[in-house]
């Protein structure tokens, strides 16, 4: 029984890595997420750092990459984010006026589904006896669903008198974004950069990462990079906003 478990085991480590026209890459992380910039609703013009009191947040990641040759590779990510704070201010906030202390809990999960091709135009040069290096661009579309939890609770004045309020807002939003990636890979050490974007009328949304890489072992790699997340809506469902996410990360993954 042993020795039939093991040449199976062998048999499906064989196939998964002779398979040279299909590649796989999973990786998970942990990112610490820095917000900064100004939302409005149906009210004042408010400072996520000094009105609300938003500070840095770390949460893991997940994402997977399937190459297969014709049918358009597929990109998944999952990247959640929660922010949390307290301030004593006075802010109009929806349709309550707050003043006093407030408490604010922010949760925004991202889900990616993207579809993307390797541009032709990659090209792979020798190092002699280093090795090869290669530079391979990607282009595509995305569809980021957002997830979003919006909580301020505290103390607000109503008509002459001063209670405790809660305005709390929810939405799950599909976005389409373009996609752009590029992978410059050496025996050593691998960059990578992703740029997605979208932009209409006075909003626009994009994010870009970088990140490099070493694989200390066969198919195993080790990775830090830094994000950037940039939302700018212009009276959205009654929202203006300007904000900006500032992450640094590591992550370890797969790829074969």
């Known amino acids: 029984m042993k020795g039939k478990v093991l040449a199976l085991t062998l048999l499906l480590g064989t196939t998964a890595f002779s398979l040279p026209l299909i590649n ?3 990786s998970v992380g942990y990112a610490s997420h820095d917000p900064s910039g100004y939302l409005q609703y149906k ?8 009105t609300f009191g938003l500070d840095k947040e770390s ?3 997940a994402r997977l990459k399937l190459e297969i040759p ?4 597929l990109y998944l990510q999952y990247m959640p984010m929660e922010f949390s704070g307290t301030r004593t201010t006075n802010v109009r906030y929806g349709d309550v006026q707050f003043s006093g202390s407030i408490d604010t809990n922010v949760k925004l999960d991202r889900y990616d589904i993207g579809l993307y091709y390797n541009i032709p135009i990659g090209w792979v040069t020798s190092l002699g006896t280093l090795g090869t290096l290669s530079v391979d661009p990607e282009i595509g579309i995305n569809v980021r ?3 979003f939890e919006g ?3 505290g103390q607000a004045i109503v008509g002459s008198t001063t209670t405790t309020e809660t305005v709390s807002k929810d939405a799950t939003v599909p976005v389409p974004m373009g996609y752009l990636g590029l992978g410059v890979k050496t ?3 691998s960059l990578l950069g992703e740029l997605r974007y979208i932009s209409y009328s006075s909003n626009r949304y994009y994010d870009y990462i970088l990140e ?3 694989s200390p072992f066969p198919v195993v790699f080790l990775g830090v990079g830094y994000r950037y997340e940039n939302l700018k809506l212009e009276d959205v469902n009654d929202i203006y906003a300007d904000i900006k996410v500032k992450s640094l990360y590591a992550t370890v993954g797969v790829s074969f």
């Open 212 to 214: 490099a890489r070493v």
């Open 24 to 26: 796989v890459e999973a």
């Open 187 to 189: 025996p050593f050490v």
């Open 59 to 61: 949460k893991p990641f």
């Open 70 to 73: 014709i049918v358009p590779n």
């Open 145 to 147: 669903v957002i997830n």
């Open 43 to 50: 009210g004042d013009r408010a400072d996520l750092e000094d």
């Open 151 to 153: 909580t301020v609770t």
